[in-house]
């Protein structure tokens, strides 16, 4: 009964495709070495640049010698400043100086005395050449030697680092990552100060060559889940990387699943703390949103503020976005429900209240709040894309003209524009943005199950929707952890969030190995000042 | 047929000692929680609640055999060791029985929740849209696998055993006592026949056998039966000891299911009325969940006996055989009462008691032992 | 009600059937065609008012039942 099984039998099918990376294959093939010859590189260089205007040569002659040499750099991508300030001037500066510079180590006495750039590599081939530009670096050759010198002068302005617009926070740190990688890492860096802290780096995308890191604490992490991790992202053989919802989408578990299965974060002290609690970040180049591997369904439902919050504000505000969670999916499906199935359920004061308000609306309850969702949903996503001043317009008119007006002209009963306005409101109230998407989109299943089979129909739709939530993995750990399988310990960082001094272990079901399970010190509990002790 | 240990183990999945407690009680509350109770007190009147605890300790015993064939034939479920005790035709010819026993009861169960529903969620849609939907949901739920449905057993169970702890206090003012009194009115016999009439409900749990190799600790497979099993006993004791002290005798007897029309006596302060829908809501979620498992075992057994690598095609033709009985068998509730009243126990004791002792005794006469 | 069920397992047939005959295993399908055509045999013997198997367990041992239990 499952038609859609592609996606995993080929993931399954092709394990020999584990190698690394199949793009260093092919550019061994097709990777000529570089000539010694000065003009033969400068023409297969410009050749393979043809109608690239921004891509520069600079030719000088350097030393007493006036040995030919030609610099190579994407104009924009490199950091203007650094290619003239050192390394044109230092270049020039071989004039000065009384080592000759001519002969077979000319290339590694430019490199180890003159210019002074710290990250220099040689390169001997043209595919390196062609990739070093376009990455950013300035390339160096020389005439009479195959090699090349890669010197790393990436720079381009990019976004500074700003307060980042999906996860606002009251207390706790404003930054987010940017569009950099080497930001990002750096970011991240700045908060994990160990050498256990691992990136390794990846490049997908054939035409976009996006590259993408993955970060993990080694001795904290589980081993079989950055193999896993390593694994999938091997396999992935695209054109274009463009953001991270890209390799998303191509590492997670269940392709067709409503649910996310892998959570972004833009914050830095997010990924740092999932790091630290032995998860696995993977970081895109191009974007500020890092994935988390694996996820459980709780983490949707946590702010990164819940742990800046004290624990008992920051538990009842979890438990009030688990009653906006099933709000968001069955407020609607609960009022279509009972009003036209049970209305036996409701007090006889409020039925009474209900059906006079319904009082000449046209239509059945169900046609009605389908309606008002469908135009909810329309607004939202209006207001979302359009510019902010008109945005703004059109939540005016939204909200005031057409619920106003529609109540007015008795089209729609008044009830049912409150049903759909609370579960707006609950729907906003879940943390993440991707999960409540999921929500969005089950909670019109359940209206048309509730319109057809009440409240039992309901109950189907549940039950189902957590047999599909129960059987979900995230890279080997399951979903719903830890309310199924329940587990106790886990708890505290969960439905409730215990005081940092009492979590002194790390979730079990994410860093599984049982040697360094204890992340802080037991008994942290502040003791005020005994008086009688003095 | 040493080598037959595990050979194919078509379900993959592992349970842990929690889960395997909790799928036993959604098992044994949702089947006995139904109609028993008024089934019960019509056949033992006032001495209902004592034939629970009679049939609790009948039935712990007999956990006692399951749970030693269990470690007995270690890896293997009740249809592999048939075969491993009774050789490989006539293993298969009693081994058989067992998956057809568990489809029977997934019929009676899913037949009676369905006319709660139709009596007290939808008076006018037929039943077997009803009976068809339920269907649906729990094969859904079986092709999942034996870890999804212990999940969400783990996650019904507590919530239903809540439920009627809340619905118990709730109730608890209008009880009195002295209705429950005399007990032994007319002497042990109602007693005495009310105990196996619970016993082969309780039964139902031999499923347990159907777990044991799947559970990460099997060892502990009597323990949490016991758990399971003083749960269950403990929710029917309470509805039938309630139903009797609330209604008195000479109407609970009556009464299809005295569960809800306890849940009909709450009202807040005359506010809100008709909260069995919401009980209800949970009971037929785990009755639903609970046939989702015994559609699983009937799955699972038969793919044994016919040595298939995999269970999972089983499912859907199973469960429609199951509607197909469901419909088929029963044109109406009255029938499906009789049936469940007066030819159910008897099928349940000869396969929970019955076969099963039989497959102890050749064990023990044999020397058949798993190997390990 | 006979021609729905046909046609259900007809369905399950063909959505549980044809993946396992493209992956090979015979066996499977056999034991699944099996178990569809016992429900084509229920309803077809429905529909000639033939008793199912459970109204014959019925008749054979509700006496028994009956004299044990109220």
New interface residues.
């Given amino acids: 009964m499952r038609p859609f099984r592609f996606g995993k039998m080929k993931k399954a099918s092709e394990p020999e495709l584990i190698q690394p990376r199949v793009a260093e294959v092919e550019t061994e093939l097709e990777n000529p070495k570089l000539s010694s010859s000065l003009a033969d590189n400068q023409t297969t260089m410009q050749t393979i640049f043809t109608n690239c205007p921004d891509f520069m040569y600079r030719e000088l002659k350097i030393g007493q010698e006036r040995v030919p040499v030609l610099l190579l750099y994407m104009n924009g991508l490199t950091d203007e400043q650094t290619v003239n300030g050192d390394i044109l001037k230092s270049l020039v500066n071989i004039k000065s100086s009384n080592i000759i510079v001519s002969g077979s180590n000319t290339i590694e006495i430019i490199k180890n005395i003159f210019l002074e750039i710290g990250n220099i590599t040689e390169i001997t081939t043209i595919g390196e050449v062609e990739e070093a530009v376009l990455t950013g670096s300035v390339v160096l050759l020389l005439e009479g030697t195959s090699k090349a010198l890669k010197i790393g002068t990436k720079g381009f302005d990019g976004r500074i680092v700003s307060e980042p617009a999906t996860e606002g926070v009251v207390r706790g740190p404003r930054e987010g990552f940017t569009e950099s990688l080497q930001k990002n890492t750096a970011m991240l860096r700045r908060k994990i100060k160990t050498p256990n802290l691992k990136l390794e780096k990846f490049v997908l995308g054939r035409v976009t060559k996006t590259e993408v890191n993955i970060a993990y604490l080694d001795g904290t992490v589980n081993s079989k889940v950055v193999d896993e991790v390593k694994k999938r992202l091997s396999l992935i053989d695209v054109d274009s990387v463009l953001e991270s919802a890209y390799i998303e989408e191509m590492i997670e578990d269940e392709p067709f699943s409503v649910f996310p299965q892998i959570d972004h974060s833009e914050k830095p002290d997010k990924i740092a703390a999932a790091i630290v609690q032995g998860q696995v970040a993977i970081f895109t180049d191009g974007t500020p949103f890092v994935l988390i591997v694996p996820t459980m369904m709780t983490q949707f439902l946590q702010s990164s503020e819940d742990y800046y919050d004290r624990s008992i504000y920051a538990t009842s505000i979890r438990l009030v976005r688990f009653v906006f969670l099933t709000l968001a999916l069955l407020l609607p499906a609960l009022y279509i429900a009972i009003t036209t199935f049970h209305r036996g359920l409701l007090p006889t004061s409020l039925l009474i209240s209900i059906t006079a308000a319904r009082e000449g609306a046209p239509f059945p309850t169900v046609i009605e709040v389908l309606t008002m969702e469908v135009t909810f949903e329309a607004l939202r996503e209006a207001g979302l894309r359009l510019p902010k001043p008109v945005g703004q317009a059109v939540s005016i008119v939204g909200g005031l003209v057409i619920g106003e007006a529609a109540v007015q002209a008795s089209m729609v009963s008044p009830v049912t524009v409150i049903i759909v306005a609370l579960t707006g409101i609950a729907s906003f109230g879940i943390p993440s943005y991707s999960f409540a998407l999921a929500i969005r989109i089950l909670r019109f299943g359940m209206i048309a199950l509730a319109s057809t089979l009440g409240l039992y129909g309901v109950l189907l739709g549940v039950l189902v929707m957590s047999a599909h939530l129960v059987s979900l993995r995230s890279f080997g750990v399951p979903y719903m952890a830890p309310f199924a399988p329940f587990n106790l310990k886990d708890m505290k960082d969960s439905l409730i969030r215990l005081p940092w001094w009492a979590m002194g272990d790390r979730p079990r079901l994410i860093a599984k190995n049982n040697n360094n399970r204890q992340r802080q010190k037991f008994f942290l509990k502040p003791v005020p000042p005994d008086d009688n002790e003095k | 047929m040493a080598g037959k240990k595990g050979d194919w183990m078509p379900e993959k999945g592992i349970i ?1 000692t ?2 395997f407690v909790w799928l036993l009680f959604i098992m044994i509350s949702a089947f006995a929680t139904m109609q028993l109770p008024g089934m019960l007190i ?2 033992a009147g006032r001495d209902a609640w004592l034939s629970i605890l009679g049939a609790w300790l009948l039935d712990v015993m007999l956990a006692l055999v399951y749970a030693y064939m269990g470690i007995r034939f270690p890896g293997e479920n009740l249809v592999q060791y048939s075969i491993t005790i009774l050789g490989k035709y006539l293993g298969r010819l009693v081994g058989i029985l067992f998956p057809l026993f568990f489809l ?1 009861v997934c ?1 009676i169960v899913l037949r009676g929740s369905a006319q709660l ?1 139709n009596i007290v ?2 008076p006018r ?1 037929p039943l ?3 009976l068809v ?2 269907y649906l ?1 729990s094969a ?2 079986a ?3 034996l ?2 449905i ?3 057993t ?2 019904l169970g507590p919530l239903y055993l809540l439920s009627i702890i809340t619905l118990s206090f709730l109730v608890l003012p209008a009880f009195h006592m002295s209705r429950l009194l005399p007990q032994f009115d007319n002497g042990v016999t109602p007693f005495l ?1 009310g105990a ?2 619970i016993l082969t409900n309780f039964g139902v749990c031999i499923i347990m056998a159907m777990y044991i190799p799947l559970c990460n600790r099997p060892e502990n497979g009597f323990l949490a039966k016991f758990s399971a099993v003083s749960m269950g006993a403990l929710v029917v004791c309470l509805v039938t000891a309630l139903s009797v002290g609330i209604f008195g005798i000479e109407d609970a007897q009556y009464m299809s299911s005295p569960g809800i029309q306890l849940a009909k006596m709450i009202n807040f302060s005359n ?4 909260v069995e ?2 009980w209800l ?1 949970f009971l ?2 785990s009755t ?2 609970a046939s989702s498992s015994l559609i699983w075992a009937f799955g699972q057994g ?2 044994q006996i ?5 269970y999972k ?2 499912i ?3 469960a ?2 199951s509607l ?2 469901g ?4 044109p109406s509730s009255l029938q499906h009462t ?2 469940y ?3 159910f ?3 349940a004791a000869f396969v929970e008691v019955g076969l099963e002792l039989l497959l102890f005794a050749v064990a023990l006469i044999l020397h058949k032992r798993g190997t390990a | 009600m006979t021609v729905l069920m046909m046609f259900t397992a007809l369905a399950i047939g063909l959505a549980e059937g044809l993946p396992l005959k493209k992956k090979g295993q015979r066996r499977e399908l056999v034991v699944m065609t099996t178990l569809l055509a016992m429900t084509i045999l229920l309803a077809v013997g429905h529909y000639l008012a033939l008793p199912s198997p459970l109204v014959l367990l019925e008749r054979w041992l509700e006496p028994v039942g009956k004299a044990i239990f109220k």
């Fill in positions: 842990n929690k889960q019509m056949q029977l019929t529903v969620f939808l849609t077997n849209v009803i939907t339920s949901v859904l739920i092709r999942k696998g870890e999804a212990a999940r969400m783990e996650l026949t196996p009439l506010y809100i009325e008709r829908m919401i809501l037929v979620g639903i969940v038969i793919a016919t040595g298939l690598k995999t095609p089983l859907y033709p199973g429609l055989i197909a009985l419909i088929l068998s029963f009789n049936f009243h007066y030819t126990p008897i099928v």
